[in-house]
């Protein structure tokens, strides 16, 4: 079983970056399909990024697409998301997730795919 531990949230204008940090323990990250959703206050969860073990078929949503990437530091057991150029509509809780299932491409993006979930650390874009 893997615990997930999410940080590096915060308040940023727009345009700015932030980098989050999504730090796995007890099993090591590679063993695990790796997404990252977001919460904004009434909404629903949403897909923002997804990895697979091994660093292949990395997937974004449309609406961060080319403004985030994700990346893996397997020895520091740690999941990053870059996220550039920052926009009000990106205000939410993130969340990281894990699933030990090969998942296919579709399921990466469904939160119900997931078994691990950290407890999520907070975004505020805003000038």
């Known amino acids: 079983q893997v615990q997930l531990v999410e940080s590096g949230g915060g308040l940023v204008q727009p345009g700015g970056s932030l980098r989050l940090s999504c730090a796995a323990s007890?099993?090591?990250?590679?063993?695990?399909?790796i997404a990252w959703f977001r919460q904004a206050p009434g909404k629903d969860r949403e897909f923002v990024s997804a990895s697979r073990r091994g660093r292949a078929n990395i997937d974004y949503a449309g609406s961060v697409r080319g403004r985030f990437t994700v990346s893996r530091d397997n020895a520091e057991n740690t999941i990053y998301l870059q996220m550039n150029n920052l926009k009000p509509e990106d205000t939410a809780d993130y969340y990281c997730?894990?699933?030990?299932?090969?998942?296919?491409?579709?399921?990466?993006?469904?939160?119900?795919?997931?078994?691990?979930w950290g407890q999520g650390t907070q975004v505020t874009v805003s000038s």
């Open positions: 997730a894990a699933t030990s299932s090969r998942l296919i491409l579709s399921a990466m993006r469904t939160p119900n795919s997931y078994d691990y």
């Open positions: 007890g099993r090591t990250v590679d063993n695990y399909d």
